[in-house]
C-alpha cells in the first residue's frame, strides 16, 4: 500500500475575546464495542492463546477537538495489542472522504491489553484477520461518530498532572550473573537485581467539560505494561481498559485511555488487578478534581515520516543469549521458546540492513503537548522526551500508527534482555529510539516557536 507523506502542520492561533477569554473549543466523542469470538487467536504470549470468555469490553474511543471552521484534530485508542500501519492509514482513508478530517491530524494509539485478538503475527502466534476488518471499521466508525456530535460538545479545556506509582516498575533488573529479568522479575531476582531504568508515574489527565462543569471526555495517560485480567484465560482490555469503562459509568463522559512509554516498565505482580483498577481511577479522580482551566489557543497535529534500518545480527550470539536465559530462568520450556526465537531469526535473516519507514506524530492542545511514537518505547526514553519538551507539559502515546517492534535505548541494547533479542517483536537497530527523540524534539520545537 502506497504511504502517504505528511509533512504539513495544521496550526492556528486563537485570539482571546476582547472583553476576556471565551472558550470556542468544541468536543465529540464515541466509544464503539469490538465483537470477539473463541475462534479469533489471541496476541500478548509467546504461544498461541484463545478464550471463549470475556470480561469487559474491547473496544475503539474516539476524542475529536474542533476550533469551528479552523482546525480539527482527533485522538483514538484501540484496546490491542498494537495496530500495525496498513489497518491505521486504511481507517484514515475512509475517514478523510466521510468526515473531512486530515489523515495528519489523527493519532491512534494501541492500548497494549495482551489479552485481546491479535492484528499481526509475532513470536508463535499469528494474526485474526476478521478482527483485523473489526478494528479498521471501528477506528472508522468511532471517529465518525464523534464527528457527528461536535454540534453538540462546546466545552472548555481541564488539566493536571497526576500520579500513580505504586502499580508498576522498571522491569528490566539487573542479576548478578549479569542476565536482565524478563518473565517474573520479582521471583528471579530474589532482591538481587538492579533496576536499568526508571519508573515514569506521571498520570495526565485531560478533561473536557461543557460550560455547565459535566465532563463530556476525559483522557488519561499512564506508561506501565498492559498484562492482567480480574478472571483466568480471558479476553479483556486488562487493568487500563477495565478503570476506563469504571471511570465512565461514574462519570458520565467517554473515557480513553493512552499508553505511555512503557517498553521497559511491568506492573507489579504482587499488586492485583482488582487493586491497579482501583488505584488509577482513584489517581484519575483525585487530577480531575485538581484539574485547573487551561486555554487552548494552539489546536495543532504534525505528522511525518522517519526512516530505520533492521539491524544486523549475529546468529550464534542470539541463540547463545536466549538460551542461556530460558535454561535458568524458563527450563521447562526452553527448548519451545528457544525455537520460537529462531524462526523469527530466520524470518529476518535476510531483512538485516533493509531500510524501513514509519511515522511520528505531535499534537498539541493549548499548552499540552501529545508525541505517537509506533514503538514500544523504553521509558527512559520517553521521560527524555518530557525533559527536553518545550511545551509545559508533554506526554508519550507509544505504539501510535504503526507497530515496528521495541525501541530501546542504547545502554539496554548492550545490556542485552528479551526487549533486545532479534525477533519480529524487536528488530530496530541500537540507537534508533535515540534518533526518534531527537526527531519527536524538532517537531515540538517547530510547534512551539513557529505557531
Not at 472558550?23 to 466509544?31: D, I, P, T
Not at 523504553?378 to 525501541?407: C, H, M, Q
Request: hydrophobic share 40%.
Amino acid at each position: 500500500m502506497k504511504h502517504f507523506l505528511f509533512t504539513t502542520i495544521t496550526a492556528i492561533l486563537l485570539v482571546d475575546c476582547v472583553l476576556g477569554y471565551e472558550s470556542k473549543l468544541r468536543v465529540g466523542a464515541s466509544a464503539v464495542n469490538l465483537e470477539a469470538n473463541g475462534q479469533m487467536v489471541l496476541a500478548g504470549y509467546i504461544q498461541s492463546r484463545y478464550s471463549e470468555n470475556q470480561e469487559g469490553e474491547l473496544r475503539v474511543t474516539a476524542v475529536l477537538f474542533e476550533k469551528p471552521g479552523i482546525s480539527k484534530v482527533a485522538i483514538v485508542s484501540c484496546d490491542v495489542l498494537w495496530v500495525p500501519r496498513h489497518i491505521v492509514d486504511a481507517a484514515l482513508v475512509e475517514i478523510e472522504k466521510k468526515t473531512g478530517i486530515s489523515q495528519n491530524n489523527i493519532l491512534v494509539n494501541a492500548t497494549h491489553t495482551h489479552h485481546a485478538p491479535s492484528t499481526a503475527p509475532a513470536h508463535d502466534f499469528g494474526v485474526s484477520e476478521p478482527w483485523c476488518a473489526q478494528v479498521k471499521m471501528g477506528i472508522i466508525r468511532a471517529v465518525v461518530d464523534a464527528n457527528k456530535k461536535l454540534k453538540e460538545g462546546e466545552c472548555e479545556f481541564y488539566f493536571h498532572l497526576g500520579e500513580e506509582k505504586t502499580i508498576g516498575a522498571n522491569s528490566r533488573l539487573l542479576l548478578p550473573d549479569g542476565i536482565v529479568t524478563w518473565i517474573n522479575p520479582r521471583r528471579e531476582s530474589a532482591g538481587k537485581g538492579k533496576p536499568t531504568g526508571p519508573f515514569d508515574p506521571q498520570l495526565p489527565v485531560l478533561d473536557f467539560r461543557d460550560l455547565e462543569g459535566q465532563s463530556l471526555a476525559i483522557i488519561w495517560n499512564h506508561s506501565t505494561h498492559t498484562i492482567g485480567t480480574l478472571g483466568n484465560n480471558v479476553r479483556s482490555p486488562s487493568f487500563y481498559g477495565l478503570a476506563a469503562q469504571e471511570l465512565e459509568n461514574e462519570t458520565g463522559a467517554v473515557v480513553s485511555f493512552l499508553e505511555g512509554a512503557s517498553g521497559s516498565t511491568h506492573n507489579i505482580d504482587g499488586v492485583p488487578v482488582s487493586s491497579c483498577i482501583g488505584r488509577l481511577k482513584a489517581a484519575v479522580h483525585d487530577a480531575r478534581s485538581k484539574a485547573t482551566l487551561h486555554r487552548v489557543e494552539k489546536l495543532l497535529s504534525i505528522k511525518r515520516p522517519f526512516k530505520f534500518k533492521v539491524r544486523h545480527f549475529i546468529e550464534s550470539d542470539e541463540a547463545a543469549n536466549i538460551n542461556r536465559y530460558c535454561k535458568k530462568y524458563f527450563q521447562t520450556q526452553a527448548k519451545y521458546v528457544g525455537g520460537v526465537f529462531a524462526k523469527m531469526r530466520n524470518q529476518l535473516k535476510s531483512k538485516q540492513g533493509e531500510e524501513r519507514e514509519t511515522l511520528l506524530q505531535a499534537m498539541v492542545i493549548g499548552d499540552v503537548a501529545i508525541v505517537g511514537v509506533p514503538a514500544e518505547y523504553f521509558t527512559i526514553l520517553g521521560v527524555d522526551v518530557k525533559k527536553r519538551s518545550p511545551f509545559k507539559y508533554t506526554f508519550i502515546a507509544e505504539l501510535a500508527n504503526d507497530w515496528i517492534g521495541y525501541l530501546p535505548d542504547r545502554e539496554a541494547h548492550r545490556l542485552g534482555g528479551y526487549q533486545t533479542w532479534m525477533g519480529l517483536h524487536s528488530y530496530a537497530e541500537p540507537g534508533t529510539g535515540e534518533r526518534v527523540a531527537d526527531e519527536l524534539i524538532a517537531m515540538l520545537k517547530e510547534l512551539k516557536v513557529g505557531y
